[in-house]
């Protein structure tokens, strides 16, 4: 089976703009969570999506959101992206209580 | 509080040395615990889990690691360290039926020729 794959895997943004990732699971698995890695905050949840419906979320403002497609694939969008949003963004998938990860998207905000 | 705890952020061990990594967490239900590697520039490989059962779990690349519940600890260990073990090491923790996870802050393996 595939991995989880994650597009794009750099971004480059300005303050102010937003920005989309994307995410596609492995096939059959129906969850995906999404994390914030700093060298600062760590790895930080920030949201998960069961069968396209939010399951749980971190404590992150209301710019960070999240949906998921009926064939499991999700995006996650920040808007008004901030310079303290710059991090890599990790997506992964859930089967059987393990999650998987791909590979993450750097993103930089300028 | 759930929380995870990694007291060491950044560990040298000379290679073929053994190795064993810190990790103490707070949950307050039962405890699924996971160690993950990232190399740099890279995501999370699943090094090992414990979801119940035997506390000494045994998992990939020479790995293993030992559930103490009245110790609140699921540390790590590895016998004989290679030079490609250097990496970041990430426990984390979850419940059941969650995409949860809850990280501790990471420790960094440098191994010495």
């Known amino acids: 089976k595939a991995g989880v794959t994650q597009t794009p895997r750099y971004l480059i943004k300005t303050r102010g703009q937003q920005v989309t990732l994307s995410c596609s699971p492995i096939?059959?698995?129906?969850?995906v969570s999404w994390y914030q890695q700093t060298p600062g905050q760590g790895l930080q949840f920030l949201f998960e999506?069961?069968?396209?419906?939010?399951?749980n979320k971190g404590n992150f403002p209301g710019r960070f959101s999240g949906r998921q497609f009926s064939n499991s694939r999700s995006e996650m969008n920040v808007s008004t992206l901030e310079l303290g949003d710059s991090a890599l963004y990790l997506c992964?998938?859930?089967?059987?209580?393990?999650?998987?990860f791909g590979p993450g998207t750097r993103l930089t905000v300028l | 509080a759930q929380s995870v705890t990694q007291p060491d952020i950044h560990i040298t061990v000379s290679e073929g040395a053994s190795l064993e990594l810190r990790c103490n967490y707070s949950y307050g239900a039962t405890p699924y615990l996971f160690w993950y590697v990232q190399s740099p520039g890279q995501g999370l490989q699943l090094l090992l889990k414990y979801f119940s059962g035997d506390t000494l779990v045994q998992g990939i690349k020479g790995f293993e690691a030992e559930f103490k519940r009245s110790q609140s600890s699921f540390n790590l260990r590895k016998p004989s360290v290679h030079w490609s073990d250097a990496a970041e090491y990430f426990c984390?923790?979850?419940?059941?039926?969650?995409?949860?996870?809850?990280f501790g802050q990471g420790t960094t393996l440098q191994v010495k020729p």
């Open positions: 992964a998938s859930s089967f059987a209580n393990e999650q998987f």
């Open positions: 096939s059959g698995h129906r969850s």
């Open positions: 984390a923790v979850g419940g059941g039926n969650t995409g949860k996870l809850i």
């Open positions: 999506y069961f069968s396209e419906t939010q399951r």
